[in-house]
Structures are given as structure tokens and as C-alpha cells.
């Protein structure tokens, strides 16, 4: 009997080993990851720009900025492989794009490269009117006025 109990453990081990690998393979095919870089257009990083990336399936956007070397890095558990990329930075026109798994990739890279934006401002126009009426209770250098 003992030596029928110490073989149902070796199986039961020989079990879990044989199916170990396969479970783990399961929990990464659906868990994706949109990495990659943001550059300015001399290929510098740019660090601190703000990625947004939103599943095409879920509908739901996760975000980040990017470190010291333009990195970024963001994960999607179950987020259905297609993807919408936006990116934007002050001083540069914002970036989008669209990513899509192909076949069991895990890791979706998108790099990108935004460019120079000049912002054109509105002008700005100054009204102001002379409230004094006489010229000799104009205040002089040094004085103090209210």
C-alpha cells in the first residue's frame, strides 16, 4: 500500500509539472504591452510626454509619460490586440496611430516621432481710457500715488 501511495504523489508531481507550462502561456496571450519610444525630430527623447493608448474593443485608455530616455511602457490584461495611439508634447503637433497583435506577439512596440508645432496665438488687444482731466495732477518721479 505505502509504495502505491508514493507512486500516486510521483504522478500527481509529474502531473503539475507536465501541465505548468501551458498555464503560463494562457495568462500572457491575453495580457498586452504597448511599449516603445517618443523622440523630437533630431531623434533627442522627449521625456514627459504624455501617451494615451485606448483598446479598440473595451473602449478603455490607460496613460502615461515617458522617462528619462523617452520610454514608455503600458499594459493591457484582456484588451482585445488593437489599439488606438496618442501622444503629445508641448511645442510639438500630437501623434496618433493605430497598432494591432499579430498573431500571439505579446509586445506591441510602437516608436514615435512627433514633430514641431509653432502655436499661432490669438492677438490680444489693450483698451484703456485717461480718467485725468488735468494734466498738473500727473504724478512726477519719486512720488507715491494710490
Given amino acids: 500500500m505505502h509504495a502505491l501511495a508514493v507512486?500516486?504523489?510521483?504522478l500527481f508531481v509529474l502531473l503539475l509539472l507536465a501541465t505548468a507550462p501551458r498555464a503560463g502561456a494562457q495568462v500572457g496571450s491575453t495580457t498586452d504591452i504597448i511599449m516603445g519610444t517618443v523622440t523630437a525630430p533630431d531623434a533627442?527623447?522627449?521625456?514627459?510626454a504624455r501617451v494615451e493608448v485606448t483598446s479598440a474593443e473595451t473602449g478603455i485608455t490607460r496613460r502615461k509619460t515617458t522617462n528619462e530616455r523617452g520610454e514608455y511602457s503600458i499594459l493591457f490584461p484582456d484588451g482585445g490586440g488593437a489599439y488606438q495611439v496618442r501622444a503629445s508634447f508641448l511645442g510639438y503637433a500630437p501623434y496618433s496611430g493605430s497598432v494591432q497583435r499579430q498573431a500571439d506577439e505579446d509586445r506591441l512596440v510602437v516608436n514615435i516621432r512627433l514633430t514641431r508645432n509653432a502655436q499661432v496665438l490669438q492677438g490680444v488687444t489693450v483698451r484703456a481710457t485717461n480718467t485725468r482731466d488735468n494734466q498738473a495732477e500727473r504724478p512726477t518721479a519719486g512720488s507715491t500715488e494710490r
Fill in 7 to 10: 507512486l500516486r504523489r510521483i
Fill in 44 to 48: 533627442s527623447p522627449v521625456v514627459g
